[in-house]
């Protein structure tokens, strides 16, 4: 009798800070501290993040097995039709106040790090999101053995988040023109 098991292919975890990149895309076009304005962030934002460049590098990497996103849904609605078809789980946050910070990423660096102990069969986590909040969860991952590639937008990503990560690209190169 042969008791051995198939070997699980290794899979992906990709969790997006989407209202970060968004935030960043947005101030690049309308200008530094443009986006956490009352008119700016409160309001139907146009969407500006190629969902399918940062869905591409990851199907690179293996299969996905978690596709999630965070965000106060409530402004992204035109985003809609792109997180459908690339099967985007979105979590609600709302804010308990205007200024209310952190809150996708705690929520985020809570949810890989209990996914990481309950499904061994994730390899890769990818983390979209620039913030040096996530410094910690880079140590947790990398400690658990697994790999961390980090996506974020060239001028608003800390330096130090980036180079926690196994690997780190920037969002301008992925949706460069080749």
Request: aromatic share 10%; glycine share 8%; proline share 6%.
């Amino acid at each position: 009798m042969n008791t051995s098991h198939p070997i699980e292919p290794k899979t992906v975890a990709l969790y997006w800070d989407f209202e970060n990149l968004h935030a960043s895309l947005s101030e690049a076009r309308l200008g530094e501290g443009s986006y956490n304005k009352p008119d700016g962030r409160f309001k139907a934002q146009e969407p500006l993040v190629d969902v399918q460049a940062i869905m591409a590098l990851a199907a690179a990497l293996g299969p996905i097995s978690i596709n999630r996103a965070y965000c106060n849904w409530q402004f992204f609605g035109r985003y809609r039709d792109v997180l459908l078809q690339g099967a985007v789980e979105l979590v609600q946050l709302f804010p308990p106040g205007a200024s209310a910070k952190n809150g996708a990423d705690i929520r985020l660096c809570l949810d890989a790090f209990e996914d990481m102990g309950r499904f061994a069969h994730i390899g890769t986590l990818i983390i979209v999101g620039g913030d040096s909040d996530f410094m910690p969860l880079a140590q947790k991952i990398k400690a658990a053995g697994r790999t961390l590639i980090g996506v974020g937008d060239r001028k608003s990503t800390n330096p130090h988040w980036a180079r926690s990560c196994h690997a780190f690209h920037y969002y301008e190169t992925l949706i460069a023109p080749v």
